[in-house]
C-alpha cells in the first residue's frame, strides 16, 4: 500500500516540477522578447537624436559667414602651463634682469624726485584706462543695499507725529 502512493507522489513532483521549468522558460522567453523591442525602440530613437543633431549642426554651420568676414590679427598663444615653470638656470636670469631693471628705475631722476608721480605716470602710460563704475554693494542675500533712511528712524518720526 504504501509503495503506490510513493509513486504517485512522485509523478506529481515531477510534473509540478516540469510545470515550473515551463513557466521559468516562458518568462524568460517574454524576457528576451521584451527586451529586444526595448532595444529596436532604443535605436530608432538614437537615430532620430542623431538626424535632429545634423541637421541643428547644418544651421550652425557659420563658416560661409567667417569665410566673407575680414581676417584679424592672429590671436597670441597662451603660454603653457609648462613653460611658466623656471628651472635654476631660467631663474638666475630672471634674477639678474630684474635687478638690472630695478637699478634703471632706481637711477632715473624722475624717480629720485618723486617716486610715487613716477610709479603713478608709469602705470597710467603702460595700462588702459577701465571706465568701469563700482559695483554697487550687495546684502548677504544677493540682493541691492538700499540707500535711504532707516526703518528705525522712521519708527521714530511716525511715533512724533
Known amino acids: 500500500m504504501g509503495k503506490s502512493s510513493a509513486k504517485a507522489e512522485s509523478s506529481t513532483k515531477s510534473d509540478s516540477k516540469f510545470e515550473k521549468k515551463l513557466q ?32 541643428k549642426l547644418k544651421v550652425y554651420n557659420l563658416s560661409t559667414l567667417s569665410e566673407s568676414l575680414p581676417e584679424l590679427k592672429a590671436p597670441r598663444q597662451p603660454i603653457p602651463a609648462a613653460d611658466l ?17 630695478l637699478n634703471t628705475v632706481l637711477n632715473h631722476p624722475a624717480f629720485q624726485v ?17 571706465d568701469e563704475k563700482p559695483k554697487k554693494k550687495m546684502n548677504k542675500n544677493g540682493s541691492k543695499k538700499r540707500k535711504g533712511k532707516s526703518k528705525t528712524s522712521d519708527r521714530a518720526q511716525s511715533m512724533d507725529v
Open 24 to 55: 521559468f522558460y516562458s518568462k524568460v522567453r517574454d524576457t528576451v522578447a521584451s527586451l529586444t523591442a526595448k532595444k529596436a525602440i532604443t535605436k530608432v530613437m538614437m537615430k532620430k537624436k542623431l538626424r535632429s543633431r545634423q541637421k
Open 85 to 101: 615653470k623656471l628651472n635654476c638656470k631660467a631663474r638666475q636670469k630672471l634674477i639678474v634682469k630684474e635687478g638690472k631693471q
Open 114 to 130: 618723486d617716486p610715487l608721480a613716477a610709479i603713478n605716470q608709469h602705470l597710467e602710460s603702460t595700462q588702459p584706462v577701465s
